[in-house]
């Protein structure tokens, strides 16, 4: 057995060409946000963030530069994500006023990345009939009328993922390895949600209680020392449970924290105890119950 410093030390190496963090950001609050009739009378993605949006765009970049910059690790860069839409692309304009120039070793605009499309120009009084209509069938596969579901943001999300992985995997951000990579991805509520589920395999009930975050708003999925990522690590369980996540998803993203990569959570199956509740655990139940052991995650 090797000393455990030697073990850590290794462990760390390598996961060096892991992101540290990979933060996902809703756009500033757009006109749309702020008065739904000008859905009807300009295409979605052309619709423009408020002043007010402008400056929470502004604001953010300085909160996420500051989070950033804290590292012990001074030899940070950024990769940014952007959605092909207005207000994302402004968005993404502000947020770089906090950075300088050599901190930033790219920029892609990601069309996989874009809102749910809700069916190109919206009739208001047809919209509100839609909404209610979606609210009986089911957010996550309700699809707009000549528009998306979730569950289709979710599928062109995963091949996103797919390919993010495979960059990271080919250490396609040509960068030096002593440098602290945080990947931020600035994208819309439903996007990033659904981003979210695919990456920590939420079901689409779990999906259906999350809320939307709110006008730049982050979520950040940071590294653990074992390579798995977690939202446990920056962010409190009160502010997980004002998202959504109920408290099995709050502590599988605890176990996260401190999982090796590609272990499988044996302690927190929420798809085992869903459709397997009437196998008993093992052969051997009745002697662990005797031993006090629990079923909770540990």
Known sequence: MTEPNQEATHHHHHHHHLPKRIILVRHGESQ?????????????????LTPSGLAQARQAGNHLYNIISNDENKNWRVY?????????????????????????????????????????FQVKERMKVIKESRERFGRFFYRFP?????????????????SLWRDIDMKRFHRDPSHDLNL?????????????????????EQFEHLNNP????????????????????HHTDEEMLEWGLSPEMI??????????????????PWYLDEFFDHVADSDTESDDKENGSSGMCE
């Not at 009739?37 to 619709?47: G, L, M, R, S, V």
């Not at 000549?146 to 797919?162: C, M, P, Q, T």
């Not at 599988?252 to 272990?263: E, H, I, L, P, T």
Request: aromatic letters at 12%; one cysteine or more; hydrophobic letters at 35%.
């Open 32 to 48: 749309g946000n702020l008065d739904t009739a000008a859905y009807t009378t300009t295409p979605d993605n052309k619709i423009q």
């Open 80 to 120: 940014f994500y952007v959605s092909p839409y207005d207000r994302t692309r402004s968005t993404l304009r502000e947020i770089g006023r906090s950075f300088k120039k050599e901190r930033i070793i790219g920029v892609r605009e990601e069309c996989r990345v874009r809102e749910q499309d809700f069916g190109n």
């Open 146 to 162: 000549e528009g998306e579901s979730a569950a289709d943001v979710f599928d062109r999300v995963s091949g996103f993922l797919e």
């Open 184 to 204: 931020i991805i600035v994208s819309h509520g439903l996007t990033c949600r659904v981003f979210l589920m695919k990456w920590f395999k939420w079901t689409v």
């Open 214 to 233: 709110g006008n730049c708003e982050f979520r950040i999925m940071q590294l653990g020392p074992g390579g798995e990522y977690s939202l446990a690590i």
């Open 251 to 268: 502590d599988d993203q605890k176990w996260r924290m401190r999982a090796n990569k590609g272990d499988w959570n044996e302690k927190c």
